[in-house]
């Protein structure tokens, strides 16, 4: 199974994690910016961190045959803190237009705030004038509100429901989010978002028609390799193999190819891993021979 993994985070994961996500069949990933646990105190840390984004994660990528793909944001928790939000946010108006960025992304809602709502809207915009899709972040507390909220906020900015993308849906939100033009994401996450188990039941009841999947693998206890474990879970309980795939492989690529810049002819051929490569003068051997 060819597998797209349109939610993770491989600033915080290592090699291995590259190397087992190859062999378990995922050919591509996108990256979302985002929050990094520690709070950042400057705007050149941010800077310094898409730069991550756009020059080693692909290049580290690449290292294990995985293309990558990123989407720029301040993210909606740092979107409260007022020393650094509005230029930040100037910094994603000038980064959303380099190579290998397919959307705009994480944005929405943390707590819920004034300021967060603020940064939202003027990240839809951003959007909206450089014709990029964007990765909703719906709230871990008070989701249904912050989904409720996070379409009252799309539908006031005007950005076509189809580029929208409304990520950690639970059963609670699904309704929701199914009544609009909008995409949904699920993240299988161990104990506090969804599992295999509970996916398989709701696309049982939904379907798969702009569903998606993903791990949100990052810096905390996550597991890079659930969205392959869902598949066999899907396996299991009989799922057609025409819409597992197009679950995690035609749905994600073709939401991230509203952008122009990914398309499925990008995966086709294998040009092949080449280990003696640099990046900055870097190497993933870390002085290892090829």
Not at 85 to 107: F, S
Not at 149 to 157: G, I, P, Q, W, Y
Request: aromatic share 8%; charged share 30%.
């Amino acid at each position: 199974m060819r597998i797209f993994e349109p939610h993770i985070h491989m600033f915080s994961r290592t090699t291995d994690d590259y190397e087992r996500m190859a062999l378990a069949g995922i050919e591509g990933v996108l990256e979302p910016a985002f929050w990094l646990g520690q709070p950042r105190t400057s705007v050149g840390s941010f800077k310094d961190y898409f730069d991550t984004l756009l020059g080693w994660e692909r290049f580290r990528a690449r290292q294990f045959g995985i293309r990558h793909y990123c989407s720029m944001a301040l993210n909606p928790k740092e979107a409260n803190d007022e020393r650094l939000n509005r230029d930040v946010v100037e910094l994603v108006r000038e980064y959303v237009h380099k190579e290998g960025v397919v959307a705009v992304g994480e944005i929405g809602f943390d707590d819920m705030t004034a300021r967060e709502e603020r940064v939202f809207a003027e990240q839809i915009q951003i959007a909206i004038d450089a014709e990029l899709p964007i990765l909703i972040h719906t709230p871990h507390r008070d989701k249904k509100k912050g989904t409720v909220r996070s379409l009252e906020v799309v539908r006031a900015a005007g950005i076509p429901e189809e580029r929208v993308l409304v990520d950690h849906n639970n059963e609670e939100t699904i309704p929701l989010v199914k009544e609009t033009g909008c995409w949904a994401g699920f993240s299988i996450y161990p104990n506090t978002k969804m599992t295999p188990e509970r996916m398989v039941e709701i696309f049982r009841r939904f379907g798969t028609e702009r569903m998606l999947i993903n791990s949100a693998a990052d810096w905390g206890v996550s597991d890079p390799l659930l969205v392959p474990k869902t598949v066999l879970q899907m396996r299991k309980a009989g799922m057609d193999e025409e819409e597992i795939e197009k679950v995690v492989w035609r749905n994600p690529i073709a939401f991230f190819a509203q952008s122009g810049r990914i398309d499925f002819d990008d995966f086709e051929g294998n040009p092949g891993i080449d280990r003696t490569q640099l990046h900055e003068g870097n190497s993933v051997l870390r002085g290892q021979a090829p």
